[in-house]
């Protein structure tokens, strides 16, 4: 089993920026599998980010060119920046990561194998 904290969540003004972090432990796992989702009240939880088996990102339209997701040297940890934050950006921002890297990249939830438990983010106008 593999375990994810994420931090870095907050409160931000409309362009603003902020990091998001997810620390792994537990089980061994290839980093490659690893993304984000987000989950705003009253809607579907939503792909954001993630790597391709081939270690490069893969983003949603909404935030392609505004969010880059990233890893530590020591690979345990996964970062997603996030610049130009919108209002509509604002929800609980999730760590995920699927066993398979079959498909090349995923931004299907039901992939998704582990996950963290959240960190709110939330943009003011």
């Known amino acids: 089993q593999v375990?994810?904290?994420?931090?870095?969540?907050?409160?931000?003004?409309?362009?603003?920026?902020?990091?998001?972090?997810?620390?792994?432990?537990?089980?061994t796992f290839d980093w490659r599998g690893t993304g984000w989702f987000r989950q705003a009240p009253g809607k579907e939880r939503e792909f954001v980010a993630s790597f391709t088996r081939y270690g490069l990102g893969y983003y949603a339209d909404s935030v392609k060119g505004r969010f880059t997701i990233s890893r530590s040297n020591g690979k345990d940890t996964v970062y997603l920046q996030m610049n130009s934050l919108k209002p509509e950006d604002a929800a609980l921002y999730y760590c995920a990561a699927r066993r398979s890297l079959t498909p090349v990249s995923s931004a299907r939830w039901s992939d998704y194998d582990y996950w963290g438990q959240g960190t709110q983010v939330t943009v003011s106008s």
């Open 3 to 27: 375990q994810f904290v994420e931090s870095g969540g907050g409160q931000v003004q409309a362009g603003g920026s902020l990091r998001l972090s997810c620390a792994a432990s537990g089980r």
